[in-house]
């Protein structure tokens, strides 16, 4: 299996890397405030770390929903984050013609999972070169990640990771089907399980997403059993009071204790194969 080095952090073969952080940046302290406090409990916890925190969220429910603080000033507050905290920086890139400016920065290049068989995105943001991370669209099975495999490797890019976020089940409600984890896991590359974005409750709330946060350490538990590469999280000091993603995300404080979880069972599971 391919294994990818972001920027000295190895994902696949070898311990369970964390991808997490706020779903969106709201605020520029605020933000270096969560990734410092990322990397003190996953340095605590000895589990690598990857910042995540989008720049722009163009997939929101409302035309009033906040969207972040855009491009260039979120390449800016995560250029912060990896030359202060130290950590490899990852975001969402939505348009083919933000590819390049946004690999001047990132560590890892994102495909939001609505824009997974975008054929000009997918291939923009392998060309950069930079490790991609594709999340399998909630409507695509497992095994049609394939063909999304195929458009970042004739793009020249083999640094890919393929991230479950869970499955549409009927009307706002996702499932997570943990068949997809090895399946997807057998098309060569490593395998990323977003915990919170599967427990999301799309549209659930009228003019936004519901969730149910407190169902994130069962999926985890699951997940990490299932053998797993990294794990994905979107986190938040006071997720009651998020601008995105409210009902979903795993309140900061609740992280440690999970991590402890997730890497007793990682020890007795062994790596994935």
């Not at 910042?51 to 997939?59: E, H, P, T, W």
């Not at 950069?128 to 890019?157: C, H, S, Y």
Request: glycine content about 10%; some cysteine; proline content about 7%.
């Amino acid at each position: 299996m391919q294994t990818v080095d972001i920027s000295g952090v190895r994902v696949g073969g070898g311990p369970l890397v964390l991808i997490a952080g706020p779903c969106v940046i709201e605020d520029e302290e605020g933000t270096l405030d969560v990734a410092r406090s990322l990397a003190e409990m996953c340095g605590r916890a000895e589990v690598p770390l990857v910042f995540k925190a989008s720049y722009d969220k163009g997939n929101r429910s409302s035309v009033d929903s906040f969207r972040g603080p855009g491009i260039e000033k979120g390449l800016e507050i995560l250029g912060r984050v990896k030359r202060e905290v130290g950590c490899p920086v990852l975001s969402d890139v939505h348009d083919p013609s933000q590819a390049g400016r946004a690999a001047e920065v990132l560590d890892v290049l994102q495909v939001p999972a609505f824009l997974c068989r975008q054929t000009d995105l997918v291939t923009a943001v392998a060309q950069t070169g930079k490790p991609v991370n594709i999340k399998k669209g909630q409507f695509l099975a497992p095994w049609d990640m394939k063909n999304v495999v195929r458009k970042v490797e004739a793009a020249g890019n083999r640094r890919m990771l393929l991230t479950e976020r869970g499955s549409c089940f009927g009307y706002n409600n996702l499932v997570s089907d943990m068949r997809s984890l090895p399946l997807m896991r057998a098309l060569g590359y490593p395998v990323v399980f977003d915990a919170t974005h599967s427990v999301q409750l799309p549209g659930g709330e009228g003019a936004a997403s519901g969730g149910q946060r407190e169902m994130v350490p069962c999926l985890v538990r699951a997940a990490v059993a299932a053998g797993i590469d990294a794990l994905f999280l979107e986190v938040h000091p006071q997720p009651e009071k998020a601008l995105s993603d409210a009902a979903s995300m795993l309140r900061l404080d609740d992280l440690p204790p999970l991590l402890t979880i997730e890497k007793t069972i990682h020890s007795v599971v062994g790596r994935p194969r």
